[in-house]
């Protein structure tokens, strides 16, 4: 205290030490933020899921593709539209080079047979005769492994595939795409859809969407503190407090060389939103001082009004950051960063406020008021509102246990999805792309299967290449599977034209010789790195390609559940089963943002509640102050359940972001309470007297922060207006929650002479 009084007596200084941070953290955000939107480093990179999934990549040569989607209407089997699929296809190989290789109707590979020989050769010869575009869609229709893959069953579309090198900027390459299809349209439609692509699109939304959100933020927060507090002073201040905090936050984060994620931009209205919680309460105390002692001086009233806030403010300040910081239990990167440099913002806010308001003083002298203080015999809001508690406790305590019941109930019916796509409108162009994808085609998300032995040449035995075809069939007989794509797909393929399509030969041979012979064909017909992408050189290992029409986490779990079934299958054969590709890392994705957000709640609770009882000397205290965040929590999720809104990467925030600002208002209520019971009032006067004062700030404060959170909703991403439609939620919850719930419970605790009799003795 001693140190922020002194630093207070230097405004100068302290102005000059802020304005020279702010230019430092301005700095390095402008010269080294990066938004990331890659799916690959939101993952902690030792989970053993993650090392698996990365070298069987690397092996397989996994990885998502942009996928290019020509449509023509009159069909694609037209000379125009195959010449411009073509010239497409070469121009895309050359224009770009972030594209690795590129896979369309016209460089795909056809397996036939001819005189008893395996041909391997491209479906489009360079022939664009009428005659010639017949055969090309006869053998297309003949072909499953092209078939309602590349090429949709209408005959009206194609997928001109697009695979990148590992090192590809998503950002730069999708938005040249755009521009770089504009010049093929007409008379065919192109759209462009795929993982990378939607990653293009959120790293540059993200931005947009801070530059909307930044600056709506600090108006509406501006013209809410100068209604709430009728000063043009302690607004300003106020607003100086919660953008320094912000410029920490990320400063910090630029400065430690950590990318800011997608939920990041959420950063500056929580860190605004919350900060100006601290100096709502700094001028709820220095106007009650001044009422008080109306001839208080500078230096007394600096003093007095650092005295009477720096613990509640350092213990509301800290439970905030401990909700914050409880976020890095997660394995999740961007819940774990976000928690780390929100809770930086927030400490930064409350040194501030502390230092600010005391400095402004004796920079500025005492601060004039306007509004008089209530009087408290005359019946207000507050005091009335003592009356129903007092009246009806029973009916208060009844009430919320309907509300918890139902909220329980609720929050049986909570998922989790992790959806890329989530971030979009429905109506937007990437969905509806996404859709069209996935009715036309197999899919544009993708789960990679890893079969893997110890025994070489293993899948060449005909009972494990009919094992993976059955597990193929019943994984493709889910309608979120489009299709697959395995050695036994190329195996099939292989038996039908050499049995010149008879009845059944789509199918897998008994013979192991058989099937070693076609694969020797096909190595010396074809191109062998095509049977690299599923089976290793040395046939131990092998991939299957599963085709997904949604990228939600929360349908996949049905799809590995048939995997899983065939489990004890494989390994009566010492086969292995394994998984990677963005599809995987997306589940396991969600099970980490699960698991994160159990732990992070119950190390939030069991701290707040340990601080509770650490600060109040009492551990009934502890419990009663951690009923009201309870409630919102449960109503939180409750709600989620209940409107069916998902658990994701941005919503699993909001209820450890909520148990340590919604702690606050406990924290308020039982400090002011706790003194003027220890100054020998009544519990009547007491609980009339916080309500008065410290119920006035918890309503201004929830207000404001709700406020705040309110821009959220003009959000371009749909999870964060979710986001700040929760927060506003719980807010109010935890305010109503506190005046109410809580003030019944200290009064059935004080009653019972167990909290301040002994204490009120010994300080009379």
């Known amino acids: 205290m001693k140190f922020i009084l002194s630093l207070a007596k230097r405004p100068f200084a302290l102005l000059l030490l802020i304005l020279l941070l702010s230019i430092v953290f301005v700095v390095s955000i402008v010269n080294s933020a990066s938004l990331e939107t890659d799916l690959s480093e939101y993952m902690p990179k030792t989970h053993p899921a993650f090392i698996a999934s990365d070298d069987a990549e690397q092996l397989f040569g996994i990885g998502d593709a942009i996928l290019i989607v020509l449509e023509d209407a009159q069909g694609i089997y037209s000379k125009n539209t195959i010449e411009k699929i073509d010239a497409m296809t070469n121009a895309l190989e050359q224009d770009f080079d972030a594209v690795k290789q590129v896979i369309s109707l016209t460089t795909a590979d056809n397996i036939q047979s001819s005189d008893g020989f395996l041909e391997v050769e491209p479906f489009f010869s360079g022939n664009t005769s009428e005659q010639a575009l017949l055969d090309l869609k006869a053998d297309v229709e003949a072909n499953p492994m092209i078939y309602g893959r590349n090429v949709s069953r209408d005959g009206t579309a194609t997928l001109i595939i697009a695979e990148l090198v590992e090192e590809a900027d998503t950002k730069t390459l999708q938005k040249e795409l755009q521009t770089w299809i504009g010049q093929w349209e007409g008379p065919q439609k192109l759209r462009i859809a795929g993982r990378p692509v939607i990653e293009g699109s959120l790293a540059e939304l993200g931005p947009k969407d801070m530059s909307i959100m930044f600056p709506l933020v600090i108006l509406t927060m501006i013209l809410l503190l100068y209604f709430l507090l009728r000063s043009v002073r302690d607004t300003i201040l106020n607003m100086v407090i919660v953008l320094f905090g912000t410029l920490l936050a990320f400063g910090s984060m630029t400065?430690?060389?950590?990318?800011?994620?997608?939920?990041?931009?959420?950063?500056?209205?929580?860190?605004?939103?919350?900060?100006?919680?601290?100096?709502?309460?700094?001028?709820?105390?220095?106007?009650?001082?001044?009422?008080?002692?109306?001839?208080?001086?500078?230096?007394?009233?600096?003093?007095?009004?650092?005295?009477?806030?720096?613990?509640?403010?350092?213990m509301t300040a800290l439970t905030t950051a401990i909700g914050f910081v409880s976020l890095m239990s997660s394995q999740v990167l961007p819940v774990r960063y976000f928690g780390l440099f929100a809770a930086i913002g927030v400490l930064g806010e409350m040194i501030l406020a502390l230092l600010l308001f005391p400095a402004s003083i004796h920079l500025l002298g005492i601060p004039k008021y306007k509004e008089k203080v209530q009087n408290l015999t005359k019946p207000s809001a507050m005091s009335r509102l003592n009356a129903l508690i007092s009246e009806r406790p029973k009916f208060i305590l009844v009430l919320s246990a309907i509300i918890l019941v139902v909220g329980i109930w609720g929050t049986s019916k909570v998922w989790i999805d992790t959806s890329f796509l989530a971030n979009f409108e429905k109506d937007s162009a990437i969905v509806e792309t996404d859709q069209y994808v996935n009715t036309k085609f197999g899919g544009t998300s993708t789960l990679n299967i890893i079969l893997s032995s110890e025994e070489e040449e293993i899948f060449k035995d005909p009972q494990v290449l009919q094992t993976m075809d059955r597990m193929q069939g019943e994984l493709e007989s889910n309608p979120i599977v489009g299709n697959s794509l395995s050695l036994a797909t190329f195996i099939k393929q292989m038996n039908q034209v050499m049995e010149e399509h008879a009845t059944g030969s789509y199918?897998?041979?008994?013979?192991?010789?058989?099937?070693?012979?076609?694969?020797?064909?096909?190595?010396?017909?074809?191109?062998?790195?095509?049977?690299?992408?599923?089976?290793?050189?040395?046939?131990?290992?092998?991939?299957?390609?599963?085709?997904?029409?949604?990228?939600?986490?929360?349908?996949?779990?049905?799809?590995?559940?048939?995997?899983?079934?065939?489990?004890?299958?494989?390994r009566e054969l010492s086969i292995d089963v394994g998984y990677a590709g963005s599809g995987?890392?997306?589940?396991?994705?969600?099970?980490?943002?699960?698991?994160?957000?159990?732990?992070?709640?119950?190390?939030?609770?069991?701290?707040?509640f340990a601080l509770l009882a650490l600060l109040f000397h009492n551990v009934r205290i502890g419990i009663a102050g951690t009923v009201p965040i309870a409630i919102t929590a449960i109503v939180n999720f409750g709600v989620m359940g209940i409107l069916n809104i998902p658990l994701s990467s941005a919503t699993a925030l909001i209820t450890s972001i909520a148990v340590g600002i919604g702690v606050d208002y406990a924290i308020h209520f039982l400090e002011?309470?706790?003194?003027?019971?220890?100054?020998?009032?009544?519990?009547?006067?007491?609980?009339?007297?916080?309500?008065?004062?410290?119920?006035?700030?918890?309503?201004?404060?929830?207000?404001?922060?709700?406020?705040?959170?309110?821009?959220?909703?003009?959000?371009?991403?749909?999870?964060?207006?979710?986001?700040?439609?929760?927060?506003?939620?719980?807010?109010?919850?935890?305010?109503?929650?506190?005046?109410?719930?809580l003030v019944v419970l200290i009064h059935r605790l004080d009653r019972s002479n167990r909290l301040f009799s002994k204490r009120i003795n010994k300080t009379l």
């Not at 601290?278 to 001028?283: A, L």
């Not at 909703?713 to 506003?728: D, E, K, M, Y």
């Open 255 to 314: 400065l430690l060389g950590v990318p800011i994620y997608a939920v990041d931009t959420m950063i500056p209205v929580m860190l605004i939103a919350i900060g100006v919680a601290y100096g709502i309460h700094m001028h709820n105390t220095i106007h009650h001082l001044i009422v008080a002692f109306p001839t208080i001086g500078k230096d007394e009233l600096a003093r007095k009004s650092v005295q009477t806030m720096i613990r509640p403010i350092f």
């Open 507 to 570: 199918s897998i041979p008994d013979s192991r010789e058989l099937i070693s012979q076609y694969l020797l064909l096909y190595e010396f017909s074809g191109d062998p790195e095509t049977l690299e992408q599923v089976v290793d050189y040395t046939y131990s290992q092998a991939n299957i390609t599963v085709q997904l029409k949604s990228d939600s986490s929360a349908v996949l779990k049905d799809v590995l559940a048939i995997i899983d079934s065939y489990q004890p299958a494989f």
């Open 584 to 608: 995987y890392k997306t589940f396991v994705f969600s099970e980490l943002l699960l698991e994160g957000q159990i732990i992070s709640l119950i190390i939030s609770f069991g701290i707040i």
């Open 672 to 741: 002011h309470y706790t003194i003027t019971r220890l100054e020998g009032k009544s519990l009547e006067e007491a609980t009339v007297e916080t309500l008065l004062y410290t119920g006035r700030a918890i309503v201004f404060n929830a207000v404001a922060v709700m406020g705040g959170f309110a821009i959220l909703l003009f959000s371009v991403f749909p999870p964060n207006r979710q986001v700040g439609a929760l927060i506003i939620l719980n807010m109010a919850t935890s305010a109503i929650a506190t005046l109410t719930v």
